[in-house]
């Protein structure tokens, strides 16, 4: 099993909302805290510029860093500090940041979590209830390409009760080291090369790059038997595994007709796929992205044996013995 940190919240398939963003249709293994919010939201804190303990090695953006142990009496309010500035997008609450990052306990220097060793940035969305209050305001409007480091005091992490299971007390303050990596909002799209589309007997996709819905034609033709995947935009990420999650635009069709049954371009929201889940519903779709590269847009035309067959859901657009077409634009993966 691929392994994962105890910082992420567990991700549900299907459709995660980016609030704010539009109103269009839709139909680990080792002990570790990361930032996933393990209580609600507060009043936003007051901001100071330290104190933060030194980081000692790894300094370049990238490199695993080493923090000394803090000294004297942390902060009661959230530390924050741009070791290295970044010339890249703005990073906006309720958008999905990737980075990665160390942290530490302020007292011992006990570093609980990171995710250089694990070569697999985290990408969580900066939002109330995904993530820790004091990331989602330490990060917010900061640029990626950024290292920063913040000292986190309990009401701002993980409150009175810690996180037993990474050694840490209710009364910790908490340092990390983050490199924001990359955003993606609603109106991301993959950003690959184009793939000449020369089989007339499948759909022609659209190559925009403008986070708007890529206009899909499909053939007035029978559909092909067997599942086929292919890329319209491909790109230099890594392939994605059998036992990953995917963050993605995507819209799905049905080949009889081509009505849209669901999407998330437009829809102010993006998508995240658990591939082991996705196995239990339409097997074609997660057979379609396994292998497929990060910053892609994917064609995958799924026959019914590996979609609904002949149970599909209720009151929408999908049959029994429907083909499905589907194009994902592969944000992420995790």
């Known amino acids: ?11 549900p398939a299907g459709l995660v909302t980016l609030a704010g963003c539009g109103d269009g249709k839709s139909d680990s293994s080792k002990a ?6 393990s209580q609600s939201s507060t009043p936003p804190p007051k901001i100071v510029d330290g104190p933060l303990p030194a980081i000692t090695a790894g300094v370049k953006f990238g490199e695993k860093p080493t923090v000394a142990k803090g000294t004297g009496e942390p902060s009661k309010n959230l530390a924050v500090k741009t070791v290295i500035a970044g010339s890249g997008r703005t990073v906006a609450e309720n958008e999905f940041i990737q980075a ?9 220097g006990k570093v609980f979590d990171n995710s250089y060793d694990r070569k697999s940035p985290l990408v969580m969305q900066l939002a109330q209830g995904s993530i820790i209050d004091g ?4 990060l917010a409007g900061k640029k990626t390409g950024s290292r920063v480091e913040i000292a986190v005091p309990p009401a701002l992490g993980y409150g009175e009760s810690g996180q037993p299971q990474a050694g840490i007390k209710g009364t910790d303050t908490l340092v990390f080291v983050i490199d924001l990596i990359d955003v993606f909002s609603s109106k991301s ?24 819905v890529p206009e899909v034609t499909v053939p007035k033709a029978d559909p092909p038997k067997k599942l086929v995947s292919v890329y319209v935009l491909e790109g230099d990420g890594p392939e994605v595994k059998a036992d990953q999650t995917v963050l993605c635009q995507f819209q799905g069709l049905v080949w009889d007709g ?5 999407q998330t371009y437009g829809s102010g929201r993006l998508s995240q796929f658990s591939i082991g889940q996705m196995q239990q519903t339409v097997k074609g779709l997660a057979q379609g992205l396994t292998g497929k590269k990060v910053g892609s847009r994917v064609l995958i035309v799924v026959p019914p044996d590996l979609a609904y ?21 592969i944000l992420a993966a995790m």
Do not use: E, H
């Open 135 to 138: 990331w989602r305001y330490a």
């Open 32 to 37: 570790g805290a990361s930032p996933s919010s």
């Open 1 to 11: 099993m691929r392994r994962r940190s105890l910082l992420l919240a567990a991700l």
């Open 258 to 262: 081509g009505k849209t049954f669901q």
């Open 100 to 108: 990665n990052y160390l942290g530490q306990i302020w007292d011992t």
């Open 189 to 212: 799209s993959a950003q690959g090369k184009a793939v000449t589309q020369s089989d007339a007997g499948l759909p022609k996709v659209a190559t925009n790059t403008d986070g708007k």
């Open 309 to 329: 067959g002949d149970n599909p859901p209720s009151g929408g657009v999908i049959k029994k013995g429907s083909t499905l077409v589907f194009t994902v634009d």
